[in-house]
Protein backbone atom coordinates (compact mmCIF):
# COMPACT_ATOMS: atom_id res chain seq x y z
CA UNK A 1 0.00 0.00 0.00
CA UNK A 2 2.65 2.25 1.03
CA UNK A 3 4.10 1.94 -2.56
CA UNK A 4 0.85 1.77 -4.58
CA UNK A 5 -1.37 4.39 -3.14
CA UNK A 6 1.14 7.27 -3.42
CA UNK A 7 1.87 5.80 -7.31
CA UNK A 8 -1.96 6.03 -8.72
CA UNK A 9 -2.68 9.24 -6.50
CA UNK A 10 0.15 10.66 -8.73
CA UNK A 11 -1.46 8.89 -12.08
CA UNK A 12 -5.04 10.13 -10.57
CA UNK A 13 -4.58 14.06 -11.04
CA UNK A 14 -6.44 14.95 -7.76
CA UNK A 15 -9.17 13.00 -8.14
CA UNK A 16 -9.80 11.20 -4.92
CA UNK A 17 -9.04 7.73 -4.10
CA UNK A 18 -11.56 5.32 -2.60
CA UNK A 19 -10.84 2.25 -0.58
CA UNK A 20 -12.46 -1.08 -0.72
CA UNK A 21 -11.09 -4.51 1.58
CA UNK A 22 -12.72 -7.47 2.06
CA UNK A 23 -12.13 -8.90 5.51
CA UNK A 24 -11.18 -12.41 5.13
CA UNK A 25 -8.32 -12.21 6.23
CA UNK A 26 -8.91 -9.82 9.37
CA UNK A 27 -6.55 -7.13 8.43
CA UNK A 28 -8.90 -4.94 6.56
CA UNK A 29 -8.99 -2.63 9.56
CA UNK A 30 -5.37 -2.22 9.59
CA UNK A 31 -5.42 -1.71 5.97
CA UNK A 32 -8.21 1.13 6.23
CA UNK A 33 -5.56 3.08 8.87
CA UNK A 34 -2.55 2.49 6.31
CA UNK A 35 -4.85 4.25 3.28
CA UNK A 36 -6.27 7.06 5.42
CA UNK A 37 -2.83 7.92 7.05
CA UNK A 38 -1.84 7.73 2.92
CA UNK A 39 -4.26 10.28 2.39
CA UNK A 40 -7.33 8.60 0.79
CA UNK A 41 -10.38 10.35 2.19
CA UNK A 42 -13.30 7.28 0.63
CA UNK A 43 -13.75 4.42 2.69
CA UNK A 44 -16.17 1.75 1.80
CA UNK A 45 -17.97 0.27 4.97
CA UNK A 46 -20.43 -1.60 5.78
CA UNK A 47 -22.98 -2.02 8.81
CA UNK A 48 -21.53 -4.20 11.71
CA UNK A 49 -24.43 -6.74 11.10
CA UNK A 50 -23.04 -7.00 7.67
CA UNK A 51 -19.55 -6.19 7.82
CA UNK A 52 -16.40 -8.55 7.99
CA UNK A 53 -16.23 -11.97 6.39
CA UNK A 54 -16.16 -11.55 2.87
CA UNK A 55 -17.63 -7.83 3.06
CA UNK A 56 -15.85 -4.88 4.14
CA UNK A 57 -14.84 -3.27 7.56
CA UNK A 58 -17.79 -1.88 10.08
CA UNK A 59 -18.25 1.64 9.88
CA UNK A 60 -18.86 1.47 13.86
CA UNK A 61 -14.50 0.02 13.80
CA UNK A 62 -13.93 2.31 10.94
CA UNK A 63 -15.31 5.48 12.97
CA UNK A 64 -13.49 4.68 16.66
CA UNK A 65 -10.38 4.29 14.79
CA UNK A 66 -10.68 7.86 12.40
CA UNK A 67 -11.46 9.52 15.90
CA UNK A 68 -8.61 7.62 17.68
CA UNK A 69 -5.77 8.84 14.57
CA UNK A 70 -7.25 12.43 14.98
CA UNK A 71 -9.25 12.56 11.62
CA UNK A 72 -12.23 14.31 11.04
CA UNK A 73 -15.78 12.77 9.34
CA UNK A 74 -19.18 13.06 8.31
CA UNK A 75 -20.71 10.28 10.09
CA UNK A 76 -23.66 10.76 12.74
CA UNK A 77 -22.66 8.27 14.80
CA UNK A 78 -26.23 8.17 16.66
CA UNK A 79 -27.74 6.45 13.90
CA UNK A 80 -25.04 3.51 13.84
CA UNK A 81 -27.05 1.80 16.14
CA UNK A 82 -31.04 1.92 15.05
CA UNK A 83 -29.32 1.41 11.40
CA UNK A 84 -27.50 -1.86 12.90
CA UNK A 85 -30.15 -2.92 14.77
CA UNK A 86 -32.22 -2.51 11.34
CA UNK A 87 -30.42 -4.86 8.50
CA UNK A 88 -29.14 -7.59 11.63
CA UNK A 89 -33.23 -8.32 11.31
CA UNK A 90 -32.93 -7.64 7.30
CA UNK A 91 -29.89 -9.72 7.03
CA UNK A 92 -31.49 -12.40 9.15
CA UNK A 93 -35.09 -12.36 7.25
CA UNK A 94 -32.91 -13.00 3.90
CA UNK A 95 -30.88 -15.49 5.73
CA UNK A 96 -27.38 -13.93 4.93
CA UNK A 97 -24.67 -14.29 7.60
CA UNK A 98 -24.88 -11.47 10.26
CA UNK A 99 -22.25 -10.46 12.73
CA UNK A 100 -19.09 -12.11 11.03
CA UNK A 101 -16.07 -11.81 13.15
CA UNK A 102 -13.12 -11.59 11.23
CA UNK A 103 -9.88 -13.30 13.04
CA UNK A 104 -6.68 -13.32 10.93
CA UNK A 105 -6.19 -16.17 8.44
CA UNK A 106 -3.05 -16.54 6.98
CA UNK A 107 -4.78 -19.08 4.57
CA UNK A 108 -5.93 -16.00 2.80
CA UNK A 109 -2.27 -14.84 2.08
CA UNK A 110 -1.61 -18.42 0.54
CA UNK A 111 -5.00 -18.60 -2.11
CA UNK A 112 -5.64 -15.01 -2.56
CA UNK A 113 -9.37 -15.59 -3.64
CA UNK A 114 -10.82 -12.51 -3.42
CA UNK A 115 -13.91 -12.13 -0.94
CA UNK A 116 -16.34 -11.56 -3.70
CA UNK A 117 -15.27 -15.28 -5.28
CA UNK A 118 -15.88 -16.86 -2.01
CA UNK A 119 -19.61 -17.47 -2.56
CA UNK A 120 -19.04 -18.05 -6.36
CA UNK A 121 -16.95 -21.10 -5.04
CA UNK A 122 -19.58 -22.65 -2.53
CA UNK A 123 -21.98 -22.04 -5.08
CA UNK A 124 -20.42 -24.05 -7.72
CA UNK A 125 -19.44 -26.99 -4.72
CA UNK A 126 -23.23 -26.88 -4.17
CA UNK A 127 -24.01 -28.08 -7.53
CA UNK A 128 -22.09 -31.07 -6.95
CA UNK A 129 -23.12 -31.69 -3.67
CA UNK A 130 -19.62 -31.12 -2.15
CA UNK A 131 -20.60 -28.03 0.11
CA UNK A 132 -18.33 -29.36 2.72
CA UNK A 133 -15.15 -29.46 0.26
CA UNK A 134 -14.35 -25.44 0.27
CA UNK A 135 -11.17 -25.79 2.13
CA UNK A 136 -9.72 -28.25 -0.06
CA UNK A 137 -10.87 -26.33 -3.14
CA UNK A 138 -9.06 -23.34 -1.79
CA UNK A 139 -5.53 -25.11 -1.02
CA UNK A 140 -5.80 -26.44 -4.69
CA UNK A 141 -6.50 -22.85 -5.74
CA UNK A 142 -3.04 -21.87 -4.48
CA UNK A 143 -1.55 -24.82 -6.16
CA UNK A 144 -2.95 -24.33 -9.74
CA UNK A 145 -1.95 -20.25 -9.11
CA UNK A 146 1.80 -21.63 -8.54
CA UNK A 147 0.97 -24.11 -11.58
CA UNK A 148 0.01 -20.40 -13.92
CA UNK A 149 3.13 -18.62 -13.24
CA UNK A 150 1.54 -16.56 -9.82
CA UNK A 151 -1.28 -14.33 -11.71
CA UNK A 152 -2.53 -11.25 -9.86
CA UNK A 153 -5.60 -12.71 -8.13
CA UNK A 154 -8.50 -10.33 -9.76
CA UNK A 155 -10.75 -10.08 -12.18
CA UNK A 156 -10.19 -12.56 -14.93
CA UNK A 157 -7.73 -14.19 -13.49
CA UNK A 158 -8.89 -15.04 -10.33
CA UNK A 159 -12.03 -16.61 -12.25
CA UNK A 160 -9.83 -18.69 -13.99
CA UNK A 161 -7.90 -19.94 -10.92
CA UNK A 162 -10.57 -20.94 -9.15
CA UNK A 163 -13.00 -22.58 -11.45
CA UNK A 164 -10.00 -24.83 -12.42
CA UNK A 165 -9.77 -25.28 -8.86
CA UNK A 166 -13.12 -26.56 -8.30
CA UNK A 167 -13.14 -29.03 -11.45
CA UNK A 168 -9.61 -30.18 -10.19
CA UNK A 169 -11.91 -31.30 -6.92
CA UNK A 170 -14.90 -32.26 -8.24
CA UNK A 171 -13.16 -34.17 -11.45
CA UNK A 172 -10.75 -35.99 -9.11
CA UNK A 173 -8.32 -35.85 -11.07
CA UNK A 174 -6.20 -32.33 -11.74
CA UNK A 175 -6.87 -30.79 -15.56
CA UNK A 176 -8.83 -33.61 -16.43
CA UNK A 177 -11.29 -31.26 -17.41
CA UNK A 178 -9.84 -27.81 -18.83
CA UNK A 179 -12.22 -24.26 -19.91
CA UNK A 180 -11.57 -22.50 -23.02
CA UNK A 181 -10.40 -19.55 -20.97
CA UNK A 182 -7.57 -21.55 -19.22
CA UNK A 183 -6.58 -22.43 -22.60
CA UNK A 184 -6.45 -19.01 -23.90
CA UNK A 185 -4.60 -17.42 -20.77
CA UNK A 186 -2.08 -20.81 -21.41
CA UNK A 187 -1.83 -19.37 -25.47
CA UNK A 188 -1.03 -16.11 -23.81
CA UNK A 189 -4.18 -14.11 -24.99
CA UNK A 190 -4.47 -12.61 -21.62
CA UNK A 191 -0.61 -10.76 -22.10
CA UNK A 192 2.36 -12.97 -20.89
CA UNK A 193 1.91 -14.62 -17.79
CA UNK A 194 4.22 -13.19 -14.47
CA UNK A 195 6.16 -16.91 -14.43
CA UNK A 196 6.38 -19.17 -16.72
CA UNK A 197 3.49 -21.62 -16.50
CA UNK A 198 4.69 -25.50 -15.34
CA UNK A 199 5.54 -27.32 -18.29
CA UNK A 200 3.98 -30.36 -17.34
CA UNK A 201 0.47 -28.46 -16.55
CA UNK A 202 0.86 -26.64 -19.93
CA UNK A 203 1.12 -29.70 -21.57
CA UNK A 204 -1.96 -30.94 -20.00
CA UNK A 205 -3.93 -27.70 -20.98
CA UNK A 206 -3.04 -27.64 -24.39
CA UNK A 207 -3.83 -31.48 -24.69
CA UNK A 208 -7.60 -30.55 -24.19
CA UNK A 209 -9.91 -31.38 -26.69
CA UNK A 210 -10.72 -27.87 -27.56
CA UNK A 211 -6.81 -26.24 -27.07
CA UNK A 212 -6.05 -26.37 -30.84
CA UNK A 213 -9.30 -24.21 -31.72
CA UNK A 214 -8.82 -22.11 -29.03
CA UNK A 215 -5.40 -21.11 -29.54
CA UNK A 216 -6.27 -20.31 -33.48
CA UNK A 217 -8.46 -17.91 -32.47
CA UNK A 218 -6.40 -15.25 -30.23
CA UNK A 219 -8.78 -12.39 -29.35
CA UNK A 220 -9.34 -9.24 -31.42
CA UNK A 221 -8.13 -5.71 -30.69
CA UNK A 222 -10.03 -3.06 -32.17
CA UNK A 223 -9.24 0.37 -31.91
CA UNK A 224 -12.09 2.43 -29.59
CA UNK A 225 -12.69 4.44 -33.00
CA UNK A 226 -13.56 0.63 -34.85
CA UNK A 227 -15.54 -0.13 -31.66
CA UNK A 228 -17.61 3.01 -31.84
CA UNK A 229 -18.58 2.28 -35.13
CA UNK A 230 -19.06 -1.48 -34.53
CA UNK A 231 -21.66 -0.90 -31.69
CA UNK A 232 -23.34 2.65 -33.11
CA UNK A 233 -22.85 4.32 -29.38
CA UNK A 234 -21.72 7.48 -30.91
CA UNK A 235 -19.30 9.40 -28.14
CA UNK A 236 -21.34 7.72 -25.01
CA UNK A 237 -18.07 5.12 -23.92
CA UNK A 238 -20.26 4.37 -20.68
CA UNK A 239 -22.18 2.46 -23.11
CA UNK A 240 -19.60 1.19 -25.48
CA UNK A 241 -18.31 -0.77 -22.75
CA UNK A 242 -21.47 -2.34 -21.78
CA UNK A 243 -22.23 -3.27 -25.55
CA UNK A 244 -18.13 -4.74 -25.91
CA UNK A 245 -17.99 -6.72 -22.73
CA UNK A 246 -21.58 -8.19 -22.45
CA UNK A 247 -23.97 -9.94 -24.79
CA UNK A 248 -26.71 -7.80 -26.26
CA UNK A 249 -29.55 -9.34 -24.84
CA UNK A 250 -28.03 -9.07 -21.25
CA UNK A 251 -27.50 -5.37 -21.78
CA UNK A 252 -30.89 -4.64 -23.20
CA UNK A 253 -32.54 -6.86 -20.60
CA UNK A 254 -30.71 -4.08 -18.18
CA UNK A 255 -32.18 -0.90 -19.58
CA UNK A 256 -35.17 -2.08 -19.77
CA UNK A 257 -35.30 -3.67 -15.97
CA UNK A 258 -35.47 0.48 -14.93
CA UNK A 259 -33.50 1.24 -11.78
CA UNK A 260 -32.25 -0.88 -8.56
CA UNK A 261 -34.65 -1.81 -6.51
CA UNK A 262 -34.36 -0.34 -2.91
CA UNK A 263 -37.14 -2.19 -1.15
CA UNK A 264 -36.17 -4.63 1.54
CA UNK A 265 -37.42 -8.05 2.67
CA UNK A 266 -38.53 -6.72 5.86
CA UNK A 267 -41.83 -5.38 7.00
CA UNK A 268 -43.53 -4.51 10.73
CA UNK A 269 -46.46 -3.28 12.19
CA UNK A 270 -45.67 0.43 11.24
CA UNK A 271 -45.05 -0.65 7.40
CA UNK A 272 -48.52 -1.89 7.19
CA UNK A 273 -49.86 0.95 8.85
CA UNK A 274 -48.51 3.41 6.61
CA UNK A 275 -49.30 1.31 3.40
CA UNK A 276 -52.86 0.82 4.63
CA UNK A 277 -53.70 5.01 4.99
CA UNK A 278 -51.44 5.39 1.97
CA UNK A 279 -54.06 3.38 -0.16
CA UNK A 280 -56.92 4.56 2.12
CA UNK A 281 -56.01 8.48 1.26
CA UNK A 282 -55.84 10.53 -1.23
CA UNK A 283 -54.51 13.77 0.70
CA UNK A 284 -51.25 15.16 -0.51
CA UNK A 285 -50.12 14.88 3.01
CA UNK A 286 -49.63 12.41 5.51
CA UNK A 287 -48.81 12.29 8.66
CA UNK A 288 -48.73 9.47 11.11
CA UNK A 289 -47.53 9.64 15.12
CA UNK A 290 -47.28 6.86 17.48
CA UNK A 291 -45.23 6.40 20.16
CA UNK A 292 -42.84 4.49 18.63
CA UNK A 293 -42.81 6.36 15.22
CA UNK A 294 -43.22 10.28 13.75
CA UNK A 295 -43.66 9.66 10.19
CA UNK A 296 -44.34 12.82 7.35
CA UNK A 297 -45.60 12.38 3.78
CA UNK A 298 -45.91 14.46 1.55
CA UNK A 299 -46.87 13.53 -2.73
CA UNK A 300 -47.23 16.25 -5.58
CA UNK A 301 -49.58 15.77 -7.77
CA UNK A 302 -48.15 18.44 -10.08
CA UNK A 303 -46.88 17.31 -13.79
CA UNK A 304 -43.30 18.35 -15.17
CA UNK A 305 -43.10 20.02 -17.94
CA UNK A 306 -41.72 16.87 -19.79
CA UNK A 307 -45.08 15.33 -19.25
CA UNK A 308 -44.01 13.33 -16.16
CA UNK A 309 -45.25 13.34 -12.56
CA UNK A 310 -42.96 15.45 -10.14
CA UNK A 311 -40.79 13.19 -8.23
CA UNK A 312 -42.47 12.53 -4.67
CA UNK A 313 -41.10 14.64 -1.22
Do not use: C, W
Amino acid sequence: MRTLVPALQAAASGKPLEFHSNNLMGTSGLAYVEAVQLGVTILHTASRPMANGASVPSTESVVRNLSLMGHEHSVDTGLLAPVAEHFRAVGKAAGYPVDQVSEYDLFGAVHQIPGGMTGTLRNQLAQHGMSDRLDEVLTETAAVRRDFGYPIMATPFSQLVGTQAVLNVVAGERYAVVPDEVVAYAAGHYGTPPAPVDAHVLDRIMASPRAAEVVARPPEEPTIEELRRHYGTGTDDDELILRALLPAEAVDAMRAAGPVRRDYPLSGSEVDQVRALLAATGSPYLRVVTETMDLELRKSSEVSGAGKPSRPV
